[in-house]
């Protein structure tokens, strides 16, 4: 699902393998090394993308699929956990075949070509996440 090289003080170097799911690899990833709180970022070739839009006045959340190949020009999150597992905060701008840009809070990516992330583990326990009436958010928990 991954490959990855340790740098000095916590930090990987993680190759995704290709037609994977991102979030699902990073979250593989963050069990198999027990990280509970750190930061990612990365970029990808995708052919498949879900990005989510919370609207405040609403508090819903409005999912949208994109199966097109796209560049992540940049993707950027942070790691915590819920209820014991891996929690991803990620968020994703991806430009199309036309050079434009699309984006925002990512659910899901497939990988089609490359993805090259980079974690660094904050080495701290117990930042967690807890609902938030007000925004509709599960915001850190610390
Ligand atoms: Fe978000």
Redesign the pocket.
Known sequence: MYKYKEASGKRYILSVANHTEIGTALAAFCREKDIRSGVVGGIAAISQATF?F?DPATKKYVDKTFDEQMEITCLA?NISRKDGEPYL???VTASRRDYTCIG???LSARVNGACELYVEDYGLDGIGRRFDPETG?NLYDF
């Open positions: 989510r919370l999150g905060h990620l968020h925002g809070h990512l958010l």
